[in-house]
């Protein structure tokens, strides 16, 4: 469920960083430095302006190198941008955002975590539809900075332990599940615990997603 506004939550917003900006302000120090060290197309421009091209060939080879660099730009962003929504989902870093649909809200509420793993997001517009609801002016929030955090605990006493052993045994076979579709690693956890997924089992994707990032990490930044 999402909460509602209050004042609180517009202090929080207000101090949240936009989606669009999010992807990369939030990246891995290591994946945002070599984001950042690619080529860009200015950088392209200026290599284009001094390299002296001979022929034809010269010039469809420097074309086709820039359309390369800039298609590799897009798929390293991407996969930021998807890393973003895993924490988000995870409940690692938090959004708020404006309600229109299906009623708008006065003020900016808490984007319930467990909607990033089904959300259609526009990025530009800082605007995501999930479940039937539409966020505008999203603002995403490290809850660390956040004065009298409290971090959540997991699911219901008791599921943690079955389910951090469930992980052990899936990864003793050699199974990495931070590299897996988040999906098809849910299903092998509850497969190992031999459990279905019910109301109050601790077994909810959300939950062992958080499960998931806490004994195996998050998963790999590969870019390009």
Sequence with gaps: MEKMANPGNREIWENGVPLNDAWLEFADPDAKRRYLERPTLETFNEQAAVTNM??????????????????????????????????????????????IAPSPSRAPVRIAAELFGCSSVQWNRGAMTARGRTY????????????????????????????????????????????????????????EIGGPQSRGSGLSDPNLAKYIIEVCGSRQIKGI
Excluded at 65 to 74: A, K, P
Excluded at 87 to 95: E, G, I, M, Y
Excluded at 143 to 165: E, F, L, N
């Design 54 to 99: 001979q022929s034809g060939g010269d010039m469809l080879k420097m074309l086709s190198t820039g359309i390369r660099q800039w298609s590799d730009n897009g798929r390293f962003q991407k996969e930021l941008q998807q890393l973003l929504l895993d924490r988000l989902f995870n409940d690692q870093l938090h959004a708020y955002g404006y309600r």
């Design 136 to 191: 505008s002016e999203i603002q995403i929030i490290d809850p660390t900075a956040v004065g009298d955090w409290r971090k959540p605990r997991h699911g219901p006493k008791g599921s943690g332990d079955a389910i951090r052993g469930a992980i052990a045994a899936i990864q003793n076979r050699g199974i990495n599940l931070s590299d897996m579709p988040r999906k098809a690693a849910f299903n092998l956890i509850r497969e």
